[in-house]
């Protein structure tokens, strides 16, 4: 299992290297904003270790372009930057997890192992979230044990959401990923089939599944 550690601080990083190799994890730990945009680029990580303050940059944005591009590792945040506004930027910009600073290290390891075994889950057949259930390898849905029919756009859209659920999702990621780059996306669409999937998913919801993040996109809650 592959983990990336990206730290700056050479005493906090050589500890993490070392506490997280001896619990049988293959780490590589780099220390600069660029560095780790190649490792990301090269190898696929269960879970990526991101301190804020790097030398070459910002965490965060780093995070917002990983994310950008479509990049799903989970993420858990290491940061001196203890706020609530941080906390909520950070899981905004595509984080799964804030650990402040400073930390014990068996509170490090629990919160490691529950982000990859969420990572691990993604990769089952199938997907479950509030009575939506879609199985990957025969693309059907159901949503409360009622078999759902959805085009192929739809089905589509809804795994991006059920593979991201919780996360903001930016139109321009959703778009991307649904429409790929060779058409013009018109972003009107986008909300067109929103419309689509909350009247087969939210219909008299109380408390809408699918909703809209002024600005930015949409998130599945
Ligand atoms: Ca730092």
Not at 6 to 19: H, I, M, N, P, Y
Not at 126 to 143: A, M, N, P, Q, Y
Request: net charge neutral; glycine share 6%; charged share 30%.
């Amino acid at each position: 299992m592959k983990i990336l550690i990206v730290e700056d601080q050479a005493r906090l990083g050589q500890f993490l290297e070392k506490s997280l190799t001896e619990c049988s994890y293959t780490v590589t730990w780099v220390r600069s904003c660029r560095a780790a945009m190649d490792a990301i680029a090269e190898t696929d990580f269960a879970a990526i270790l991101l301190d804020l303050g790097l030398p070459d940059g910002d965490g965060l944005d780093l995070l917002h372009k990983w994310r950008k591009a479509g990049f799903n590792e989970p993420v858990l945040i290491l940061s001196a930057r203890d706020s609530v506004e941080n906390r909520i930027k950070g899981l905004d910009f595509g984080a799964d997890d804030y650990l402040p600073k400073p930390f014990s290290f068996e509170e490090l390891r629990a919160r490691v192992r529950s982000l990859v075994r969420r990572q691990s889950s993604v990769k089952l057949a199938v997907l479950e979230h509030r009575g939506i259930r879609l199985d990957l390898s025969s693309h059907t849905v159901s949503f409360l044990d009622q078999p759902v029919e959805l085009t192929k756009r739809e089905y589509a859209l809804l795994e991006i959401f059920m593979l991201n659920i919780g996360r903001i999702l930016t139109r321009t990621l959703i778009s991307e990923k649904i429409w790929s780059s060779q058409y013009d996306v018109d972003t009107n669409l986008l909300d067109v089939y929103m419309s689509r999937l909350r009247a087969k998913f939210d219909k008299g919801a109380e408390d809408p599944m699918f909703k809209t993040v002024r600005g930015i996109g949409y998130q599945l809650a």
